[in-house]
């Protein structure tokens, strides 16, 4: 197996088989991708089993909220772009653009956030659709202090669909769902490392400040989530899987692609702990 650091985050493996890896190749795995906040591992073969199999060694493997765009069989696996096409021909720009609103992290509107996300390439397009990470470490690491001390031990609200309510993915029986509240500074438990946990797109408010203060807050701290240069950008090739960490990196999609090629991801998203949505996979 080899292992290559592609710049400050993100890791890229080659020269493995995760059907077939032991256990002390997937702890060098997981420890490389806590160091390197996103990996990237090359050239698997893999069916939907072995797929939701290697996930399960990252965490609990759960069901996204989005159900139009669930695998038929698997409720876990979440198809990224796949019916993009509506049947009079016209592109849904919900399917076509989805994750390229921005840098976000998945599943803040969770009670238990997913820790992961996980993509296998099935299709790739023969140009454009890379994805973009940055790392909310140094988006903690250059806040200025002014608003460290300001968000030190607050929570913040988070909704699928945000602020400007882009839920169109989820069934309409989905999209009142109470708002999450996750602690803004914080620290990875595992790593040990401080960063700031956001999401422009899901974040309401800022418990405890004013509604003015509150939005003049995210506006500001939103600037900091791109962090050249703890970034790394994935093209990907067919049968790359990549696995990054949401609780300390942000990703956004390009959504750049053409639009008639396809771009075909499995996708899970992995818990820490299982909770309701796990059970009812
Ligand atoms: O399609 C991509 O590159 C990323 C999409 C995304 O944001 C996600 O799967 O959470
Ligand atoms: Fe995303």
């Known amino acids: 197996m080899e292992i290559r650091h592609m710049g400050p985050i993100g890791a890229l493996i080659t020269g493995v088989d995760v059907k077939t890896m032991d256990d002390a190749t997937f702890r060098k795995i997981y420890q490389t991708w806590l160091d390197c906040n996103v990996i990237a591992v090359r050239d698997q073969?893999?069916?939907?089993?072995?797929?939701?199999?290697?996930?399960?060694?990252?965490?609990?493997?759960?069901?996204?909220?989005?159900?139009?765009?669930r695998h038929p069989d698997y409720p876990e696996i979440t198809l990224l772009g796949a019916n993009k096409f509506r049947a009079d021909g016209t592109l849904d720009r919900d399917i076509y653009l989805r994750g390229a609103e921005g840098f976000?992290?998945?599943?803040?509107?969770?009670?238990?956030?997913?820790?992961?996300?996980?993509?296998?390439?099935?299709?790739?397009?023969?140009?454009?659709?890379?994805t973009h990470f940055s790392s909310a470490y140094a988006a903690y690491e250059q806040l200025p202090q002014r608003l460290k001390d300001r968000l030190e031990g607050r929570y913040g609200l988070f909704k699928y669909g945000g602020r400007k309510k882009t839920n169109l993915l989820l069934n309409p029986e989905d999209r009142?769902?109470?708002?999450?509240?996750?602690?803004?500074?914080?620290?990875?438990?595992?790593?040990?490392?401080?960063l700031l946990y956001f999401d422009q797109n899901k974040i309401l408010s800022i418990e405890g400040l004013e509604e003015a203060e509150s939005t003049a807050i995210i506006d500001e701290v939103t600037a900091f989530m791109a962090q050249p240069p703890d970034q790394y950008r994935h093209q990907w090739r067919k049968g790359d899987i990549v696995i990054w960490d949401n609780r300390c990196s942000y990703h956004n999609a390009?959504?750049?692609?053409?639009?008639?090629?396809?771009?075909?991801?499995w996708r899970v998203s992995i818990k820490e702990q299982a909770d309701s949505n796990t059970a009812r996979a």
């Not at 073969?45 to 765009?69: I, M, N, Q, W």
């Not at 238990?112 to 659709?129: D, E, M, N, V």
């Not at 009142?176 to 401080?194: F, L, S, W």
């Open 45 to 69: 073969e893999l069916g939907v089993d072995d797929y939701l199999k290697y996930s399960r060694r990252f965490g609990f493997v759960c069901p996204h909220p989005a159900k139009t765009t």
């Open 104 to 130: 976000h992290t998945d599943g803040s509107y969770e009670e238990i956030p997913y820790k992961a996300t996980q993509l296998y390439a099935i299709a790739i397009p023969s140009k454009g659709g890379d």
């Open 176 to 194: 009142d769902a109470k708002p999450a509240r996750h602690q803004i500074i914080r620290t990875h438990v595992e790593t040990g490392r401080k």
């Open 254 to 265: 390009a959504g750049d692609y053409p639009p008639e090629e396809e771009r075909i991801h």
